[in-house]
């Protein structure tokens, strides 16, 4: 009997459902896609010996919604939100087109062809902390250097040496000569490196971290942007999951079953299969005990810094744990705001925030307490869920966004009115009527959001940790894989990304599967 079992936590739960993936009926699977079938639909109707339950774990449910609903039966993304450079090129984005889940605009070849470099669209509105409106040809101006400067870096991939360790100092640097030929008096100066300083908070959401000073340079550039303008979908990213599980058999997948240890490189045997030994056997929190010749493996790499001394049986080898301790992995968070009237503008689809008196060229440590909110990037508009709900969402990254986290919602849902009042002048503007957020941070088994290259690490990390076990090829193969979003070299932080690394570990084991099919089968 082959048995395997994909375990998942966090934002990257969805890695290895997709590769046995559901085709419409009129669409011809892929020699790729079908041939995975092959061995997951066939051998399962199969006599034992080659029997595959495919066991899909969730380490639990909760922190894998991609929605949640707002008091008024909205419902908001709290984990992926967009996919990114939708097009053929992009696997996501692909099967939403298959599926139907996209509308005619996104799936127009003008749409596909739109190159964005990565960044961030501008702002409908860009409005400062003492309630003035910020010239969008300013703005403009300065998305202009900061993108053009970001675009910059992404040159050192195969340079010997870099000047500076990180992507933050580079940008910085590059700022400060900047400076020095601007001639506006100094209230606009000032005004320019307020509007620098949130691009460089908008670049932390992006890449998932505090500061871009912890982003490594050299390696930035390996990141590869897909083109295409980012879209949504329309019912929640939970569409695309929902088509997908609705191709696997209903007893396949376990739910609220917490992991506690997965012990490899073993001869397990167990009860419910008699004669039969596993090198694999994963054990969990209530006491159960799951036997496996594989195990794959896509927990956040939050989980994985944090838990796997006591996850691994026996540990890891030092070179796996020490790429798990070198990749960068951050956390960002989104805030909504649901409102009874929407005080924005009927075409608005971003406000942007400028704290006035900041500067990217300046290191200043303020209370947490008193200005975490300041590294908030600004609101998104959301689509208006009917004629009644009317929602801001508002994105923050690193060491705030995990404060955040420890705040009441009545503590955030106060501080976030006062911002807004302040930002808009009126003094007295409704406060919202309620406040959702995620908080990735806290979640025990994520711990963050997504990763990024790190300072002192490279995509060799990357290629390490998503290396399987045991290394050695003599001893039982592919026991334990890697995949999720921390794992793909050029596109991790993406589902996209998430959703490659899982194909990837199953053409792995397709490949040995092949191989073993291939030798003379015992008789049943």
């Given at each position: 009997?082959?048995?395997?079992?994909?375990?998942?936590?966090?934002?990257?739960?969805?890695?290895?459902?997709?590769?046995?993936?559901?085709?419409?009926?009129?669409?011809?699977?892929?020699?790729?896609?079908?041939?995975?079938?092959?061995?997951?639909?066939?051998?399962?109707?199969?006599?034992?010996?080659?029997?595959?339950?495919?066991?899909?774990?969730?380490?639990?449910?909760?922190?894998?919604?991609?929605?949640?609903?707002?008091?008024?039966?909205?419902?908001?993304?709290?984990?992926?939100?967009?996919?990114?450079?939708?097009?053929?090129?992009?696997?996501?984005?692909?099967?939403?087109?298959?599926?139907?889940?996209?509308?005619?605009?996104?799936?127009?070849?003008?749409?596909?062809?739109?190159?964005?470099?990565?960044?961030?669209?501008?702002?409908?509105?860009?409005?400062?902390?003492?309630?003035?409106?910020?010239?969008?040809?300013?703005?403009?101006?300065?998305?202009?250097?900061?993108?053009?400067?970001?675009?910059?870096?992404?040159?050192?991939?195969?340079?010997?040496?870099?000047?500076?360790?990180?992507?933050?100092?580079?940008?910085?640097?590059?700022?400060?000569?900047?400076?020095?030929?601007?001639?506006?008096?100094?209230?606009?100066?000032?005004?320019?490196?307020?509007?620098?300083?949130?691009?460089?908070?908008?670049?932390?959401?992006?890449?998932?971290?505090?500061?871009?000073?912890?982003?490594?340079?050299?390696?930035?550039?390996?990141?590869?942007?897909?083109?295409?303008?980012?879209?949504?979908?329309?019912?929640?990213?939970?569409?695309?999951?929902?088509?997908?599980?609705?191709?696997?058999?209903?007893?396949?997948?376990?739910?609220?079953?917490?992991?506690?240890?997965?012990?490899?490189?073993?001869?397990?045997?167990?009860?419910?299969?008699?004669?039969?030994?596993?090198?694999?056997?994963?054990?969990?929190?209530?006491?159960?005990?799951?036997?496996?010749?594989?195990?794959?493996?896509?927990?956040?790499?939050?989980?994985?810094?944090?838990?796997?001394?006591?996850?691994?049986?026996?540990?890891?080898?030092?070179?796996?744990?020490?790429?798990?301790?070198?990749?960068?992995?951050?956390?960002?968070?989104?805030?909504?705001?649901?409102?009874?009237?929407?005080?924005?503008?009927?075409?608005?689809?971003?406000?942007?925030?400028?704290?006035?008196?900041?500067s990217p060229l300046q290191d200043t440590a303020p209370s947490m307490q008193d200005a975490w909110f300041k590294k908030l990037i600004g609101f998104l508009v959301?689509?208006?869920?009917?004629?009644?709900?009317?929602?801001?969402?508002?994105?923050?990254?690193?060491?705030?966004?995990?404060?955040?986290?420890?705040?009441?919602?009545?503590?955030?849902?106060?501080?976030?009115?006062?911002?807004?009042?302040?930002?808009?002048?009126?003094?007295?503007?409704?406060?919202?009527?309620?406040?959702?957020?995620?908080?990735?941070?806290?979640?025990?088994?994520?711990?963050?959001?997504?990763?990024?290259?790190?300072?002192?690490?490279?995509?060799?990390?990357?290629?390490?940790?998503?290396?399987?076990?045991?290394?050695?090829?003599?001893?039982?193969?592919?026991?334990?894989?890697?995949?999720?979003?921390?794992?793909?070299?050029?596109?991790?932080?993406?589902?996209?990304?998430?959703?490659?690394?899982?194909?990837?570990?199953?053409?792995?084991?397709?490949?040995?599967?092949?191989?073993?099919?291939?030798?003379?089968?015992?008789?049943?």
């Open positions: 009997m082959l048995t395997i079992i994909c375990l998942s936590g966090g934002n990257g739960a969805q890695a290895l459902q997709k590769p046995g993936r559901p085709q419409p009926l009129s669409h011809t699977p892929s020699a790729k896609h079908s041939h995975f079938g092959k061995h997951l639909m066939v051998l399962n109707s199969s006599p034992t010996w080659w029997r595959m339950p495919v066991s899909q774990q969730k380490l639990r449910q909760e922190n894998h919604k991609f929605k949640t609903s707002l008091s008024n039966g909205g419902v908001v993304e709290v984990g992926a939100h967009w996919i990114h450079g939708p097009s053929q090129g992009n696997p996501v984005f692909q099967l939403a087109a298959e599926y139907g889940l996209l509308g005619e605009k996104e799936l127009s070849k003008e749409n596909q062809l739109v190159e964005t470099g990565g960044h961030v669209g501008l702002p409908s509105v860009c409005c400062t902390s003492s309630g003035a409106r910020v010239s969008l040809e300013l703005v403009a101006e300065m998305a202009s250097l900061f993108y053009g400067l970001i675009d910059q870096t992404r040159e050192f991939l195969h340079a010997t040496e870099t000047p500076v360790p990180s992507v933050g100092e580079y940008l910085k640097k590059e700022i400060s000569q900047q400076v020095t030929g601007w001639t506006e008096n100094e209230e606009t100066r000032k005004l320019k490196l307020a509007i620098l300083n949130t691009f460089f908070h908008v670049e932390c959401c992006l890449s998932g971290t505090h500061s871009m000073d912890l982003v490594a340079l050299a390696p930035f550039g390996e990141y590869t942007v897909l083109p295409g303008l980012d879209c949504t979908f329309s019912g929640g990213y939970q569409e695309l999951t929902n088509c997908i599980m609705a191709s696997l058999p209903k007893d396949v997948m376990i739910f609220n079953r917490p992991v506690k240890t997965i012990h490899w490189n073993g001869s397990f045997r167990e009860g419910t299969f008699p004669g039969e030994t596993f090198p694999v056997l994963v054990e969990c929190e209530d006491g159960s005990r799951l036997p496996a010749h594989h195990v794959i493996v896509t927990v956040p790499l939050g989980f994985l810094k944090e838990q796997q001394n006591t996850f691994f049986d026996p540990p890891l080898p030092a070179e796996k744990a020490e790429a798990i301790r070198k990749i960068g992995f951050g956390t960002n968070n989104k805030i909504f705001l649901e409102f009874e009237e929407p005080f924005w503008e009927p075409d608005c689809q971003l406000i942007q925030v400028v704290w006035e008196d900041t959301l689509p208006p869920f009917g004629r009644s709900v009317h929602v801001l969402c508002g994105f923050i990254a690193g060491l705030e966004s995990e404060f955040m986290e420890t705040l009441s919602d009545e503590e955030v849902l106060l501080s976030l009115t006062q911002v807004l009042r302040r930002v808009t002048g009126n003094p007295q503007l409704p406060a919202p009527k309620s406040v959702l957020r995620s908080c990735w941070h806290s979640a025990p088994y994520t711990r963050g959001s997504y990763s990024y290259v790190a300072v002192g690490s490279t995509g060799d990390d990357i290629d390490l940790l998503a290396q399987p076990l045991p290394v050695d090829d003599s001893s039982t193969q592919l026991q334990i894989l890697f995949a999720g979003e921390a794992t793909h070299r050029t596109f991790y932080s993406t589902t996209h990304g998430a959703l490659l690394s899982g194909w990837r570990e199953a053409d792995r084991l397709i490949g040995l599967w092949d191989l073993q099919s291939q030798q003379p089968r015992p008789r049943l």
